[in-house]
T-cell receptor, first 114, second 111 residues
Framework: NAGVMQNPRHLVRRRGQEARLRCSPMKGHSHVYWYRQLPEEGLKFMVYLQKENIIDESGMPKERFSAEFPKEGPSILRIQQVVRGDSAAYFC????????????FGQGTRLTVV | AQSVTQLDSHVSVSEGTPVLLRCNYSSSYSPSLFWYVQHPNKGLQLLLKYTSAATLVKGINGFEAEFKKSETSFHLTKPSAHMSDAAEYFCVVRLVNDMRFGAGTRLTVKP
C-alpha cells in the first residue's frame, strides 16, 4: 500500500504561469487536506476535500487558488497566475472517514516562482 | 471552534537531557490529538496519537505525550534527547471535519 503520493516534488514556474500540484491519497482514503508551508513558517491549512466535494476552503486565498478531488484520479491544487509570494512547500494529507483517524502526509511539492 | 497553541516556537536542549514540547488546545468536543514530526526537507511523520483511550500515549523514537483534560494540554516529552531528534514538531487537533495544526516547535539538540 503506497503512501500519499505528491507530484511533482519540485516545480519551477515563471510569474504569471499556472501551477498544478497533484496528490494521490492512500488506498481507501476519501479525505484529502492541503497545507502550505512558507519558508521558516509552520503549516497553514488551505482546504479540505472529500470525493467530489469541497468541505472547508477557509484557508484558501480568495483569488487564483482552486482545488478539486474528482471521483476518479488525484486531487489537484491549482494556482493561476503565480506570483513570487506563492513560492512555498505544499503538502497534501489523506485520511479515512472518522474523527479518530490520523492523516498521512505526502512528501510535498516545492514550488518556486521565478 | 477548535485551535491549537504550541507555546514555544523554538526549544534547545543538550543531547541526553529531557525534552518537553508544550501544546494546549481548545475544543468544544472531545478531540483527537496528534503529534507529527518534520525533519528538514522531508514530509510529516506521525509520532503518536490520542483518541480517548489511555491518557498517556507512547509513540515512536521514545516520545510520549499525556492528555490532561483539566489543563487542556497534550505536551510531548522524551527522557533523553538524541541528535537525530532535531526537527520541527507539530501538535494537531482533530474533529470530524477539521484538522488544525499548531504553529510548530523547532527542536535543536546540542552535542
Amino acid at each position: 500500500n503506497a503512501g500519499v503520493m505528491q507530484n511533482p516534488r519540485h516545480l519551477v514556474r515563471r510569474r504569471g504561469q499556472e501551477a498544478r500540484l497533484r496528490c494521490s491519497p492512500m488506498k481507501g482514503h476519501s479525505h484529502v487536506y492541503w497545507y502550505r508551508q512558507l519558508p521558516e513558517e509552520g503549516l497553514k491549512f488551505m482546504v479540505y476535500l472529500q470525493k467530489e466535494n469541497i468541505i472547508d476552503e477557509s484557508g484558501m486565498p480568495k483569488e487564483r487558488f482552486s482545488a478539486e478531488f474528482p471521483k476518479e484520479g488525484p486531487s489537484i491544487l491549482r494556482i493561476q497566475q503565480v506570483v513570487r509570494g506563492d513560492s512555498a512547500a505544499y503538502f497534501c494529507a489523506s485520511s479515512r472517514t472518522g474523527p479518530r483517524t490520523e492523516a498521512f502526509f505526502g512528501q510535498g511539492t516545492r514550488l518556486t516562482v521565478v | 471552534a477548535q485551535s491549537v497553541t504550541q507555546l514555544d516556537s523554538h526549544v534547545s536542549v543538550s543531547e541526553g537531557t529531557p525534552v518537553l514540547l508544550r501544546c494546549n488546545y481548545s475544543s468544544s468536543y472531545s478531540p483527537s490529538l496528534f503529534w507529527y514530526v518534520q525533519h528538514p526537507n522531508k514530509g510529516l511523520q506521525l509520532l503518536l496519537k490520542y483518541t480517548s483511550a489511555a491518557t498517556l500515549v507512547k509513540g515512536i523514537n521514545g516520545f510520549e505525550a499525556e492528555f490532561k483534560k483539566s489543563e487542556t494540554s497534550f505536551h510531548l516529552t522524551k527522557p533523553s534527547a538524541h541528535m537525530s531528534d532535531a526537527a520541527e514538531y507539530f501538535c494537531v487537533v482533530r474533529l470530524v471535519n477539521d484538522m488544525r495544526f499548531g504553529a510548530g516547535t523547532r527542536l535543536t539538540v546540542k552535542p
